[in-house]
């Protein structure tokens, strides 16, 4: 996968293309993904453009405590009291597509293992 780190989620954070922003801070933001997976799919993302989980660095580890933290702070917004998954696709084998960092939490249904 490439190191380039200008992708949609760039344009989604400048507001040049339309999503359902459901929370923003000074290093996050959190907006529905557009094809929803679940009946609550919401992404977090680093307003820094890491491009994907092995691309953290050690300098980055407040930052990652926070995208977890705006994790559950999201997931309490829209009301998932029974539990939620949280997932990071990374990587082609891992399945990413967009290659800036991000957070899946999917919810409002019953989750299922293995996942595919
Ligand atoms: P991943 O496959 O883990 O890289 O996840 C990328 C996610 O971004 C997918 O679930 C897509 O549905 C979602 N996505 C792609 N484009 C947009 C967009 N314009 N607005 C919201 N979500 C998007």
């Given at each position: 996968m490439s190191e380039t780190t200008e992708t949609i989620f760039s344009k989604i954070m400048r507001r040049e293309i339309p999503a359902e922003i459901v929370y923003e801070d000074d290093l996050a933001i959190a907006f529905k993904d557009?094809?929803?997976?679940?009946p609550v799919h919401i992404l977090v993302i680093p307003k820094?453009?890491?491009?994907?989980?092995?691309?953290?660095?050690?300098?980055d580890h407040a930052l990652m405590g926070h995208l977890l933290l705006t994790v559950k702070r999201v997931a309490q917004q829209a009301g998932l009291n029974n539990g939620y998954r949280v997932v990071i696709n990374t990587g082609s084998n891992g399945g990413q597509t967009v290659n800036h960092l991000h957070l899946h939490i999917l919810g409002g249904r019953q989750m299922t293992w293995p996942p595919g």
């Open positions: 557009i094809h929803p997976q679940a820094e453009p890491i491009p994907q989980l092995a691309s953290v660095e050690s300098k």
